[in-house]
């Protein structure tokens, strides 16, 4: 697809940004065509979160997505203006997909808010960020994620991730698929990032 290249590819276990495959850890990472910062240092994470492996691409409008919370999601951002206003987005409308759903505010370029993170997201991600705030200064952990975020900030389009995460009190590892979303402001910028975050299936451990 002409919206992303494949510019890079390494042997590392990476929870953030992009990959060609989950097996051995394994990844190539994915940039925009349109001069988004370009996310190439990445680093493990397995410390931080839940995940072992993640892929990441741009949204495909004839592409459907996996999972059916992260799929109604990018419906109602593609029906919603594209990007839509973050005075569109009320959780109250989203009651039924409310504990697979984040929003994190971009405060300014590169820095960030995590301010909702729902009871789901916080069980597949392993820990719960709200209320922390992170840049692309921060240590590797956040700087890698504050990245990514600003590649979805820069190119005004979703971006959905796959992969896999060991959840506590389940066995082997689990396929999850998340979609971060930009939202702007009356000025148009993007100063919001909503997102939702499901589990699909169950991958064995001697598989990965």
Known sequence: MAAYAAVVGRQLNCPITAGETARNGGFSVY????EAPVVNDLERMNDFTNFRGIRARLTE?????????TQRLLTWWLNNGAPPLRSQFDIVDHAADAPNIF???RIRPGWFDYRLAGQEVI???GRNSRGEIFSVEDDENRAVFARHLENVAHDRMPWVCDGTTEIHGRVGLIQFESIDCPLVNEDGDVDWIIGSMDVQKRQPADDI
Do not use: Q
């Not at 940039?31 to 349109?34: F, H, K, R």
């Open 31 to 34: 940039i925009s065509a349109n």
């Open 61 to 69: 409008r004839d592409r459907p997505l996996a999972g059916i919370r």
């Open 103 to 105: 929003l994190i505010r």
């Open 123 to 125: 069980r597949i991600v």
